[in-house]
């Protein structure tokens, strides 16, 4: 094999396998950062070694294994031959190629630890993409819009506050479970978010980032199958990807729900969502803010276009929603919701009374709204004046454009 077969293959294992190789690593270490550290130095023994030898049959065993030697020798210079060494030392020689196979529960504890409250948001984000999805670097920069040594100082510095707070590799107490598997959803969430609507740069949607988020959500939802927001995320994410193939036109413009071919949407993962939010109702224990924003996406789905659409439903689960949250966004939402149910100048009146003006400061959002709504009531001056303050606001090239657009139709 050439030396980019090697590369491609070794990228594709670590993709699939590297969460489950870095789990099975920390359990035996004790330290998230150092399991991470030794699974890479494995992956650069691999390429060194697979030209010449061939990829193995295993090469999830091969990787953790490698891993787990340098472990050894790492102790061996530390002079730090005791229990932990023998322990690696015994499990290492039960590791084999045929048998190799990692506990679930050891990435579950993975996804915690990296996403432990000791870490800011940005750092939760970076460490759970790089750990548990397996992203490298150089996608990482990509994905964040930044250079390569950002991203490195960003995970070399997140691994040390792990190391240095102690942070136990473990899955939390019963009663730390709630607000802890809300920050994971978080995590997830506000990855997904950021590609199905970026908030800056030039492109509209980032779909390889809501991708990752989407299989990271699949993979805690094979682990926490009792967890009901779990598979509301997954639905809402399912559901919200499957208009992806229609969210563009063919001159690669941004193409509004309203616009959108229907036709395009996946059918197929509109199945999965449908799914997977039956599995969060059948758990019987109410929905919670994923389940409804899942529902609020399923009632487009089910619809073959805006004017079909089961409005006044919607503006119920946005009711909820809010009740919930307490999020300006949701009670924005809700007011759009309103004005496809009973009309614009109902949602503008609801607009000036409920919606939090100082929450939403900076934000093109509210104007956006508001000059929608304005203009469907004919006040075309007040309109523009509105979604070109929006324009100003928005730091998204694709969604400045959408906006120009609107203030041209004018």
Request: aromatic residues 4%; negative net charge.
């Amino acid at each position: 094999m050439s030396d980019t077969d090697i590369r491609r293959s070794v990228d594709a294992v670590w993709r699939i396998e590297g969460s489950r190789i870095v789990a099975s690593l920390a359990r035996v270490v004790g330290d998230v950062g150092l399991a991470e550290d030794l699974a890479q130095e494995a992956v650069a023994e691999a390429l060194e070694t697979w030209p010449r030898s061939g990829v193995p049959r295993n090469a999830g065993a091969w990787l953790t294994a490698v891993a787990k030697r340098r472990a050894i020798d790492g102790w061996r210079r530390q002079e730090r031959l005791d229990d932990r060494y023998q322990a690696i030392a015994r499990d290492l020689g039960t590791v084999t190629e045929e048998e190799w196979e990692p506990v679930r529960d050891d990435v579950l504890k993975l996804v915690f630890a990296a996403c432990h409250p000791v870490l800011n948001r940005e750092s939760q984000v970076a460490l759970t993409l790089r750990v548990v999805g397996g992203l490298s670097t150089e996608e990482l920069a990509r994905l964040f819009l930044t250079t390569v040594p950002t991203v490195q100082q960003r995970i070399v510095r997140a691994k040390k506050t792990l190391s240095a707070a102690r942070v136990p590799y473990e899955v939390p107490e019963p009663a730390e479970w709630p607000a802890r598997l809300n920050g994971v959803l978080g995590v997830i969430y506000l990855i997904f978010t950021e590609g199905y609507s970026a908030t800056a740069g030039e492109t509209w949607m980032r779909r390889e980032l809501a991708d990752e988020a989407l299989r990271l959500g699949r993979i805690l939802a094979t682990l926490t199958p009792r967890e009901p927001e779990v598979h509301g995320l997954v639905a809402l994410m399912e559901l919200q990807a499957s208009r992806f193939g229609a969210r563009l036109g063919a001159n690669g413009r941004p193409v509004l729900l309203a616009d959108q071919d229907r036709r395009r949407w996946d059918r197929g993962q509109i199945a999965r969502g449908t799914a997977a939010l039956e599995r969060s109702d059948g758990l019987g224990k109410g929905r919670g803010p994923y389940a409804l924003q899942a529902a609020i996406a399923a009632c487009h789905t089910d619809a073959s276009d805006v004017d079909s659409t089961d409005w006044p439903q919607i503006v119920v689960l946005y009711e909820a929603l809010e009740q919930l949250t307490r999020n300006p966004v949701v009670t924005l939402n809700k007011v759009v919701a309103i004005s496809m149910a009973s009309g614009p100048e109902q949602a503008l009146t609801l607009l000036d009374v409920e919606v939090d003006e100082k929450k939403l400061a900076g934000s093109h959002l509210l104007p956006s709204v508001r000059g929608e709504l304005l203009s469907r009531l004919g006040r075309v001056d007040e309109a523009r004046g509105e979604l070109e303050r929006a324009r100003d606001l928005s730091t998204n090239g694709d969604q400045r454009r959408v906006l120009e657009e609107k203030i041209a139709g004018l």
